[in-house]
């Protein structure tokens, strides 16, 4: 019986130094902060890196969108953002990160601010969600220590939050992202299905500000290497014609930016395999190359 014990405790000893590496991070999923703009509580969800807790510095920070019909839980519940990135961090192919997810579902759906002006989704992107979280957590506040990805609907939400405040993230990451309207026709039909009256000149401006086409065209030239840009779609997904003339049209206008099309379609399994790539992007500038 004695050696028994004495050899299960040699085997212990063993595995302790091997079990003291295996740190994971941690998700919070249903998080709140308050929003003056939106007038209500707004969830979000966050993963902090394994070493968050003991290591008492600073972080980078990725902002994470996700698609529509989904909300701040999507990426943790299907995008498995805790285990993707605990393993891209293990294996030194991504920094440890804090990676914030908020809640684009809940009231309306989307990234942008409502052409009527009263629900300025976008406003409160910028002007609260941001300062909030480098308020509460630790978190490094230089342009190169933050970035943003998403996917679909959350893609559409990278690229426009990308062109507008390119001062504000070093990387962007859309993956298999809804480019917005093509063209001014494009623009008024999708806008007159819930405002009827709406004004041509509504209808310009908007097409301006939230045509990724559109903010690609009217880049101005010091503007073109402000962000380093990771596009990502499948060869079968139903939104590729619109990354493919994002794509172009960065080529014609000479915006560095990788593009990548895999096999696949508009789906999780594609979009977690996206994931480790995206870590691995944004590492890039976070690490200072």
């Known amino acids: 019986m004695m050696k028994k014990l004495l050899a299960t405790a040699a085997t212990l000893l063993l595995l302790g130094p091997i079990a003291s590496f295996a740190q994971i991070g941690k998700v919070y999923d249903n998080l709140v902060l308050p929003s003056k703009i939106l007038k209500s509580e707004r969830k979000y969800a966050i993963y902090l890196p394994p070493d968050y807790e003991t290591s008492g510095r600073s972080y980078p920070v990725l902002y994470l969108l996700h698609g529509s019909g989904d909300d701040q839980t999507g990426w943790v519940q299907f995008g498995e953002v805790l285990n993707i990135s605990d393993k891209a961090i293990a294996d030194g192919t991504a920094t440890p990160m804090i990676i914030v997810m908020p809640d684009a579902n809940t009231g309306r759906r989307g990234y942008f601010n409502d052409v009527k002006g009263d629900w300025n989704y976008e406003d409160f992107f910028f002007k609260e969600l941001i300062p909030f979280v480098e308020k509460k957590y630790r978190t490094k506040t230089d342009k190169r220590s933050r970035a943003v990805a998403g996917l679909s609907m959350g893609g559409g939400g990278t690229f426009v939050y990308a062109l507008h405040h390119p001062e504000m993230f070093s990387s962007a990451c859309p993956l298999s992202a809804a480019a917005g309207p093509f063209s001014l026709e494009d623009a008024k039909k999708s806008l007159t299905r819930n405002n009827p009256n709406v004004a041509d000149s509504a209808v310009t401006n908007y097409y301006n500000r939230q045509s990724v086409l559109a903010l690609v065209n009217n880049m101005p030239d010091d503007q073109k ?38 096999d696949g379609g508009h789906t999780w399994t594609y979009w977690r395999g996206s994931l480790p790539k995206v870590l691995g992007f944004v590492s890039d500038a976070f690490h200072q190359f």
């Open 225 to 262: 290497k402000a962000v380093r840009w990771y596009i990502d779609c499948g060869d079968d997904d139903f939104l590729f014609e619109g990354n493919a003339l994002v794509h172009i049209a960065m080529r014609k206008k000479e915006v560095p930016h990788e593009y990548r099309v895999r």
